[in-house]
């Protein structure tokens, strides 16, 4: 009776040291990976956030060089479109053979160079404010990432180890209102052109028919 009660006892302490090998090693299979991926030391967390805010650092200088590579090119359109006009012009007013029934010549030479002129500048617009607006979100996306860089360097220890959630920075977009700001500028300068286009044709069709 005491053996078979020893047996059985034995038997219950083999299967209790079972479980317990059993569910340590699902706690170090398992259960502990996961949790260390999900941390990872300050200054991981440190060198991780500097090259973040070093690539949209980058980023900015690029976008803002592409910028001002393309507002060179929209000068040197402006230039050659009013070097054009000057010349058009000085050639109506001085011109001693133009009549008013050839008024059509110069107006129609005026409206292709202004059609011509807002085609070319359109693509460089739109590039220009492509590049405005992709430097903007890596501008707001570094601000982000510099702001969690600045609260890990003064409080390392009181975070360490970090979450990896705590590395994710999102890239940023700005909002409607700054996109506003493209729209408006589009518009005046269609104005402009539209402007600079009456003024040039109601002058040749003054100078020649009056």
């Known amino acids: 009776m005491d053996k078979a009660k020893r047996d059985e006892s034995s038997k219950i302490q083999k299967l209790l040291q079972e479980g317990e090998q059993t569910l340590r090693n699902y706690i170090e299979k398992e259960i502990l990976p996961d949790q260390l991926q999900r941390y990872a030391p300050a200054e991981t967390a440190i060198h991780v956030l500097q090259s973040i805010v070093q690539f949209h650092f980058d980023k900015v200088l690029e976008k803002k060089q592409a910028v001002d590579c393309q507002k060179k090119e929209l000068w040197k359109f402006f230039s050659i479109f009013f070097v054009f006009l ?12 133009l009549q008013c029934k050839h008024s059509w010549a110069p107006i129609a030479l005026c409206i292709l160079a202004h059609l011509i002129f807002y085609i070319s500048i359109a693509q460089t617009l739109k590039c220009i404010n492509g590049f405005k607006y992709q430097r903007r979100c890596h501008k707001l996306t570094l601000g982000v990432a510099a702001e969690k860089l ?9 975070i360490d180890p970090v979450r990896q959630e705590d590395l994710e920075v999102c890239y940023q977009e700005p909002s409607e209102v700054y ?4 729209k408006k500028r589009w518009f005046l300068c269609s104005l402009f052109l539209l402007l600079t286009s009456c003024t040039m044709v109601s002058s040749v069709a003054a100078i020649l028919c009056t």
């Open 179 to 182: 996109c506003h700001k493209f």
């Open 150 to 158: 600045k609260q890990l360097k003064v409080l390392p220890c009181l």
């Open 86 to 97: 000057a010349i058009l012009f000085s050639g109506v007013v001085n011109s001693s053979r």
